[in-house]
């Protein structure tokens, strides 16, 4: 099953594009990337999603770089209201089922 | 429109005891997943409903069960509570079965006595 791999924290400040890194070296050609985020005492919120073309909507975008192995979440102008816990999630297809495997997340805090 | 909601938001058990916990989608979605989250595992996927129907299954012992009512409302009970059960669960909606955008409830934090 691909997993992926998040640093821990991250800082970010105010205004500034935030840049959250995400490895998923053992995706596979038919699986997505997503993102979610969780803000403290809520439920996770989805922010977007890929397969290998980069992504933008009006939250964020997403870069995955050519081998798929590996994609970046950009915040383009961090607030103090995107301080969360950011999961980097890959779709696993398996027997004909869907599984979603979230990574360790990265706690992002936007600094004033 | 009205969010996912889940009752009970907070609940404390014991040890051997059973547990249910219920969630209620986003009118017009059919499809409810579950999740636990807990500060050593994180997010883990439980299961998906659709259509009154488990669909997709994480892995996770025999005491973890779940329904789906035909208004699209779920249930998951845990049976035989154990201490490492404490956890906040969490249920997602989605229009159909494995939909690209889940949107998520505020979860019940179950804690295992």
């Known amino acids: 099953d691909a997993k992926t791999t998040q640093p821990t924290s991250m800082d970010c400040a105010e205004g500034r594009a935030a840049n959250l890194p995400c490895n998923h070296s053992?995706?596979?050609?038919?699986?997505?990337v997503y993102w979610y985020r969780q803000i403290h005492s809520q439920g996770p919120q989805y922010i977007i999603h890929?397969?290998?073309n980069n992504e933008t909507n009006e939250m964020a975008s997403l870069i995955i770089t050519e081998d798929r192995k590996s994609s970046t979440l950009i915040l383009p102008h961090a607030t103090l209201r995107d301080t969360a816990v950011y999961y980097c999630?890959?779709?696993?297809?398996?027997?004909?089922?869907?599984?979603?495997?979230f990574g360790t997340g990265t706690r992002l805090k936007v600094l004033a | 429109k009205a969010g996912v909601t889940q009752t009970p938001r907070y609940l404390i058990k014991t040890r051997g005891q059973q547990v249910t916990l219920s969630c209620s989608p986003i009118?017009?979605?059919?499809?409810v997943s579950w999740y636990q989250q807990t500060p050593g595992q994180g997010l883990q996927f439980l299961f998906e409903?659709?259509?009154?129907?488990?669909?997709n299954k994480g892995n996770f012992p025999g005491r973890f069960s779940g329904r789906q009512f035909s208004n699209s409302r779920s249930e998951m009970n845990v049976s035989t509570l154990e201490l490492g059960d404490s956890a906040l669960y969490l249920c997602?909606?989605?229009?159909?079965?494995?939909?690209?955008?889940?949107?998520f409830g505020p979860g019940t934090r179950l804690t295992v006595l």
């Open positions: 997602a909606s989605s229009l159909v079965q494995a939909s690209n955008e889940q949107f």
């Open positions: 053992t995706i596979s050609g038919n699986e997505y």
């Open positions: 890929g397969l290998k």
């Open positions: 999630i890959v779709r696993v297809v398996g027997s004909g089922t869907y599984k979603y495997i």
């Open positions: 009118s017009g979605h059919r499809s």
């Open positions: 409903y659709f259509s009154e129907t488990q669909r």
